[in-house]
């Protein structure tokens, strides 16, 4: 359950690093002590679900969070400074 929540976490719109616990479940896993199958599926099935929560998150508020917080007229000012030419 604890990969689960670490990789969902990681997934996730939060910065948390999943490399050192994922290395301690490889310890454990050559312990022994846990399952590398079982360990492995949850892994996945986190990463997937942190990642479906960004998706659908994004999906619903997204625009509207982003016009909120974002000044629109500084991104296009950015990028008419920063396009590739064509010539």
Known sequence: L??????????????????????????LINLGEIDFFI???FLIFGSLAGAALNYYLAKKYGLKFFKR?????????????FRMRHE
């Open 2 to 27: 604890l990969a689960f929540l670490n990789m969902f976490i990681e997934s996730s719109f939060l910065p948390f690093p999943s490399e050192p616990f994922v290395l301690y479940l490889s310890y």
């Open 39 to 41: 360990t492995y599926v």
């Open 69 to 81: 917080w974002v000044n629109i007229e500084i991104i296009k000012k950015f990028l008419k400074n």
